[in-house]
Every structure is written in structure tokens, then in C-alpha cells.
């Protein structure tokens, strides 16, 4: 097994960061030669210490597929917090193509009884 992975990461003020990263491994097996390759990035925006939104991509050769994910973060008070993501994944096989988008929200709310 031969593997290289290496990472950048800038943070350009005290809201925006980006990072990206890549990985590529060679396993060698009985039937012959194994190789993956995967890149991926992200950007991250923070609106305030109760306000964040981040988004990731990713790309493998394997399963010729970019994922998406898109996630929004509120804490309106300690304790709760309000998540919005969205999952976008596309086909790198021929034309780009859709393969499957979930929408998700998730609300947790502290209170004291």
C-alpha cells in the first residue's frame, strides 16, 4: 500500500476560512493495481458567534461522484441550535447528473422546566 495526502488551509479573516485536501492511495492486490484519488474543499463563513454557514465538496475517481453538502448553523440562544443542510450528489460519469439531493433541518431547543 503506497498513500500521499496533503492538506492547505487558510484562514483570510476572522470570518471566512478555506481549506482543501487531496488523497491518493495504490494498493497493491492478487488480481493486480488498486488506485483511488479524492479531492476535496471547503469554505466556511461565520456571521457571528451565533451564525455560521459551510460548504464541502468532494470528488473520487472511484465512484465518479461529487458531493455536496451545504450546512447553515443558528444558535438563537445556549444550549439550542437551528441546522439547515442540504446534501447535493452529482454523477461525474458522461455529463454531470443528479444523482440524489436530501434537504434536511434539525431544531434543538433548550428549556428549563
Known amino acids: 500500500v503506497k498513500s500521499f495526502s496533503t492538506n492547505v488551509s487558510m484562514i483570510l479573516n476572522k470570518h471566512l476560512s ?4 487531496f488523497e491518493a492511495n495504490h494498493i497493491k492486490l492478487k488480481n493486480g493495481l488498486f488506485s483511488t484519488n479524492e479531492f476535496g474543499t471547503s469554505v466556511r463563513y461565520v456571521f ?3 451564525a455560521s454557514s ?3 465538496a468532494q470528488w473520487n475517481n472511484e465512484s465518479n461522484e461529487i458531493n455536496f ?5 443558528w444558535q438563537p440562544k445556549i ?3 437551528f441546522y439547515l443542510v442540504v446534501n447535493h450528489l452529482l ?3 458522461g455529463k454531470l447528473r ?4 436530501a434537504i434536511l ?8 422546566i
Open 18 to 21: 478555506i481549506s482543501a485536501d
Open 48 to 50: 457571528s458567534t451565533m
Open 54 to 56: 459551510s460548504i464541502f
Open 69 to 73: 453538502n451545504y450546512r447553515f448553523n
Open 79 to 81: 444550549g439550542s441550535d
Open 91 to 93: 454523477s461525474t460519469e
Open 98 to 101: 443528479t444523482k440524489d439531493i
Open 105 to 112: 433541518a434539525k431544531l434543538v431547543w433548550l428549556f428549563v
